[in-house]
């Protein structure tokens, strides 16, 4: 086995974020893949610091893994992080070009930064490494390791999803980017469909040979393959998690303190794009529509801050306590609040107890690359008395998680027609349901996507010297 050398723009698991879902899938992925693999992981430290010196802190975690990270500078956070990555990329990727902001500085640093990671890696990969990039924030970094010697097997996987054609060419110096991209020997995406739109693009704006059935792309050249691998949950890490005191506590605590009521449940960073004025507003649908059942149900929201430097992040906050406090305003009786809201992270043990006790599940995104929320409130369940999974047929969880109830997340009656299916679904149809879904979250776990990758990224040929 070689050893791998992952790179990705954040490395340690943040605090204060317990889930794989609430946290972005990628961190805990990650880490699970290099504790079986072993090797490098390279990003950055999470630090500001006042000049950028390139030194690179190396570190062994507890649980075997060794990171080397650098810390970057403000002028690179703001531009790179807060700016291309966050303030260009993301919102593009998730379909919301009225957020996109497309300065030249956000991606002069943006090329900076990748320039810094390339030459702050480099010393670290050693001959028969594989190197795996990960997510928006690093796509040129493959090209930027090309131009340093690197031969490796380089792949890459976008965490996040490909936007449409007519969506993507909005970005300045769009082939400039996509051109950069296919240095790497293999791309991974999270379906189909993000998949079927970058071969769209490389063939249409770019004018390469695509073989849509081998996924194959040839540049100038050059021959990559693109090809989609849904990434899954640690699925033997997250159900140890869950045979613990804290999190058999963490279901108590909230069985005991929502006692007749039903409790439905969501987890989601604090994010545009996972839906969240949306959700609020179809459990506002639903008590309107069945005001009778306002006693029977609470909605618990986790959502913890997320990127808070960023405008659009501040107004989405904003507008969902505005939006959680007119429905409990309206609804709340002396003894009755129907929607709790909660604005920090938990641990996975106590995700655990919490997704137990909550017999609906509610995961509305308005676009996401998968959600792993999705996969871990399944992996929760009570095989004997299982919740309901409602969700958004826009996150990339929905192409394999068929069975869960799948709603239009833009519409209030669909996601208040759905609750109250989910309310009222006899427990044979609940188990039936989440049998299969149990299948899919079980087997196509994150050691298998890891596995899946890598073996596909290392039998790949050595086609990229130009
Ligand atoms: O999954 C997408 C992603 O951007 C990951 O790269 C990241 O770990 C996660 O979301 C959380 O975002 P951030 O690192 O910006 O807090």
Redesign the pocket.
């Known amino acids: 086995m070689t050893r791998l050398v992952v790179i990705?723009?954040?490395v340690a698991v943040?605090k204060a974020r317990g889930a794989a879902g609430a946290?972005?899938?990628?961190?805990g992925a990650l880490n699970s893949a290099l504790r079986k693999h072993g090797g490098i992981w390279f990003g950055w430290s999470g630090q500001e610091v006042d000049e950028y010196s390139g030194d690179i802190h190396v570190q062994r975690s507890a649980d075997g893994v060794t990171t080397a990270t650098i810390d970057l500078e403000p002028q690179d956070i703001e531009e790179y992080y807060n700016g291309y990555a966050?303030s260009t990329l993301?919102p593009l990727f998730h379909y919301r070009i009225d957020l996109t902001e497309y300065e030249r500085e956000f991606g002069r640093g943006y090329e900076r930064v990748n320039e810094r990671f390339a030459d702050s890696v480099l010393p670290l990969i050693e001959k028969n490494d594989t190197v795996w990039v990960?997510?928006?924030?690093l796509m040129p970094l493959g090209e930027r390791l090309r131009a340093r010697g690197v031969n490796n097997q380089i792949g890459f996987f976008l965490?996040?999803p490909w936007p449409p054609t007519r969506l993507f060419v909005s970005l300045p110096y769009h082939e400039r980017l996509v051109r950069s991209m296919l240095h790497y020997d293999l791309i991974g995406f999270q379906n189909d469909e993000w998949l079927e739109s970058f071969l769209h693009y490389c063939r249409k704006e770019l004018g390469a040979e695509v073989n849509d059935k081998t996924g194959e792309i040839r540049l100038d050249g050059r021959t990559s393959r693109a090809k989609s691998y849904p990434i899954g949950i640690d699925y033997d890490h997250f159900m140890a998690k869950g045979d613990t005191g804290k999190a058999r506590q963490a279901q108590q605590r909230l069985m005991s303190s929502t006692r007749h009521r039903v409790a439905m449940i969501g987890v989601d960073?604090l994010d545009y794009s996972k839906g969240l004025p949306e959700r609020i507003d179809g459990i506002g649908r639903f008590f309107d529509t069945y005001p009778d059942q306002v006693r029977d149900l609470v909605y618990i929201q986790i959502a913890p801050p997320?990127?808070e430097d960023i405008g659009s992040y501040q107004d989405i906050r904003a507008t969902l306590e505005q939006k959680t406090g007119q429905i409990n305003g309206a609804r709340s009786e002396v003894d009755v609040v129907p929607i709790r809201y909660v604005n920090k992270g938990y641990s996975q043990e106590e995700l655990f107890g919490f997704y137990r006790a909550a017999k609906i599940g509610l995961v509305t995104p308005l676009r996401d690359?998968m959600n792993l929320v999705a996969k871990e409130y399944v992996a929760a369940q009570d095989p004997e008395d299982p919740g309901v999974l409602v969700l958004s047929r826009f996150a990339g969880a929905a192409q394999q998680l068929q069975d869960a109830l799948l709603v239009n997340p833009h519409s209030p009656d669909d996601v208040s027609h759905n609750i109250n299916r989910a309310l009222h679904m006899p427990l044979a149809e609940r188990k039936e349901r989440w049998e299969k879904l149990i299948v899919t979250v079980r087997e196509d776990n994150v050691l298998r996507w890891t596995d899946n990758f890598i073996s596909d990224l290392q039998s790949a040929e050595m086609t990229q010297q130009a």
């Open positions: 990705s723009n954040r943040p946290q972005g899938g990628l961190a966050n993301w990960h997510d928006y924030h965490h996040i960073r997320s990127r690359g």
